[in-house]
């Protein structure tokens, strides 16, 4: 019963709430036209492997529970390991936060010695199928250490781990939640759900992709005009360069629709704002817009009133991953 892979939630900012730094950086001469922001973006992964273990039964596997159980109990403590993929971030971006989250069903009362920590496992050679308490991989750092259980949802800092793994080109990350005094003579134990049950555990990434200032051309997109591209120009922060943009990695997206950079189409770098930064000028086919615009709610002709469209480019320099956006207003009639 496993889940898909991730679940991308993107939450989006309009440019006036970019950070600071970002628009002063960006904006440092004259303003531009275009619109510019870092637009956060959530990850959710769901592990492709979870299991607990057993001191008491230190040969038995427990891969298939739909239970998660962490005990402290001298001679008779339980662990619980967690694999995930990562390999679906995208190059180049700056992690912000990174947490575990976990669904409680049933827990002991909590003390000093049951609090709940979540250690880092360099070896990810472990299967669910296969891990035992006598065959366990090494927990090497300690990130976090809660004073508390919640029924349902509890969640752990795992930021430092999960950086340093992204940031060495590690595709897999492994934890390992145990309790703080695990030798304890006290008894108590917490259950959560596995990948097996109806709430999976999953790893939250959170991550800045780098803010690109977009002009979009033209402002105003009439449906019934004729024309051969939409045009976007692209500007990076320093010390970031146009010139090392990947062009066939640029995609403009308009309401989840995406459109690619047409190789045939003409490309060219220059400062088309003035303002003393290059700017890469790409182009996309006006008409595959357009064909999708008038199929879509664009029918305000008779009231004189133009519909306003975000378009968000994206793409990658230098092994990065940029995005920005820009609104144009659309005007005409769509097909019947």
């Known amino acids: 019963m496993k889940k898909a892979a991730s679940t991308l939630t993107v939450l989006l900012i309009t440019a006036?709430?970019?950070p600071l730094v970002s628009m002063t950086a960006?904006?440092?001469t004259v303003p531009v036209v275009g619109a510019t922001y870092t637009e956060p973006v959530k990850l959710k992964l769901y592990?492709?492997?979870?299991?607990y273990i057993d001191q008491e039964n230190p040969d038995i596997n427990y891969g298939t529970s739909t239970e998660l159980l962490l005990t402290t109990k001298e001679s008779a403590a339980r662990r619980i390991l967690l694999k995930f993929d990562i390999s679906t971030l995208p190059s180049g971006i700056t992690i912000t936060e990174a947490k575990l989250f976990m669904y409680c069903t049933a827990y002991s009362n909590v003390s000093g010695y049951t609090e709940?920590?979540?250690?880092s496992v360099d070896n990810d050679n472990w299967i669910e199928s296969g891990v035992t308490w006598n065959n366990q991989p090494t927990h090497i750092t300690m990130l976090e250490r809660l004073s508390w259980y919640v029924a349902y949802w509890d969640n752990w800092d795992v930021k430092s781990f999960v950086e340093n793994e992204y940031n060495a080109g590690e595709n897999i990350v492994s934890l390992k939640l145990k309790t703080q005094n695990e030798a304890c003579w006290i008894d108590r134990t917490a259950s959560f759900h596995s990948m097996e049950a109806t709430n999976d555990p999953y790893l939250e990434v959170t991550y800045v992709p780098l803010p690109a200032t977009i002009d979009i051309d033209p402002d105003t997109l009439n449906l019934k005009s004729n024309g051969n591209w939409v045009t976007a120009y692209i500007e990076l922060?320093?010390?970031y360069d146009v010139n090392e943009i990947a062009i066939g990695s640029i995609k403009l997206t308009a309401a989840e629709n995406e459109f690619v950079v047409d190789p045939a189409d003409p490309t060219a770098i220059g400062d088309y704002d003035d303002d003393g930064i290059p700017d890469l000028m790409v182009k996309f086919d006006r008409a595959?817009?357009?064909?999708?615009?008038?199929?879509?709610?664009?029918?305000?002709?008779?009231a004189g009133i133009a519909d306003e469209l975000e378009l968000k480019i994206t793409g990658e320099v230098a092994g990065f991953y940029f995005e920005g956006s820009d609104t144009i207003k659309v005007i005409g009639t769509r097909k019947k």
């Open 16 to 18: 006036l709430l970019a």
């Open 288 to 302: 595959a817009i357009v064909d999708w615009l008038n199929v879509g709610d664009v029918n305000n002709e008779e």
């Open 26 to 28: 960006l904006l440092s």
């Open 116 to 119: 709940p920590e979540v250690w």
């Open 237 to 239: 922060p320093e010390p």
């Open 47 to 51: 592990p492709n492997n979870d299991a």
